[in-house]
């Protein structure tokens, strides 16, 4: 069965975004750590520009990759991956579809009935590759209901000192994991965690 996926980037201090909601440090390490071209694909593409392990490291993860869980507020902000996200097909935890929405052609889709569904839609969708999870509330929302996998964490070389927390609001802590594997890059350590269940 394939595996739920908790994928983001933060500060070493715990944070993905600052105090005014800007990401640009944290995901500084996509654009200006290296010169090996990565490619993301799907509706709105970027190129990435990172270093040879790093490289590695999202080719072998993006690779696994079949579709993606996420929160209404990130979709919002990346406005729609253009209506494709590069992980596969999209599913947007969210209590209303938004105006606009579903759009032809797109595959990006609302689901408005919970976690449990959002898991079960994106596993089919999947095909047997893994499912991604993006969002930190979405993350702690699927780690709080024990449906996470694996938390695979981009630590940014640096300290922001405030704003939105990937673990903020956790339930039944601790929660232990097993050892990681450990990559490390140019201004990022790349980390792998299995997510041991209760």
Avoid at 39 to 51: A, E, K, L, N, Q
Wanted: net charge negative.
């Amino acid at each position: 069965m394939s595996k739920i996926v908790a994928l983001m980037s933060m500060s070493l201090d715990g944070f993905v975004a600052d105090a005014n909601d800007g990401v640009g440090e944290v995901f500084d390490w996509y654009m200006h750590s290296g010169d090996v071209e990565f490619s993301t694909g799907g509706g709105d593409p970027m190129t990435f520009r990172v270093s040879p392990a790093s490289a590695a490291h999202l080719r072998a993860l993006w690779s696994e990759l079949g579709a993606v869980i996420t929160g209404r507020r990130t979709f919002e902000v990346a406005d729609g991956w253009g209506g494709n996200h590069a992980w596969g097909p999209a599913f947007v935890l969210t209590h209303a579809i938004p105006d606009g929405w579903p759009r032809p052609g797109s595959t990006v889709h609302f689901v408005t009935d919970g976690l449990e569904s959002a898991v079960k839609q994106a596993r089919a969708a999947a095909g047997g590759k893994n499912v991604a999870v993006h969002g930190a509330d979405t993350i702690q929302q699927l780690l709080n209901a024990g449906l996470l996998d694996e938390l695979c964490i981009d630590v940014a070389a640096l300290l922001i000192g405030s704003g939105v927390r990937l673990f903020d609001r956790l339930a039944g802590t601790p929660c232990v994991l097993g050892n990681p594997t450990v990559t490390q890059g140019v201004g990022v350590t790349h980390l792998r965690y299995p997510v041991r269940k209760r």
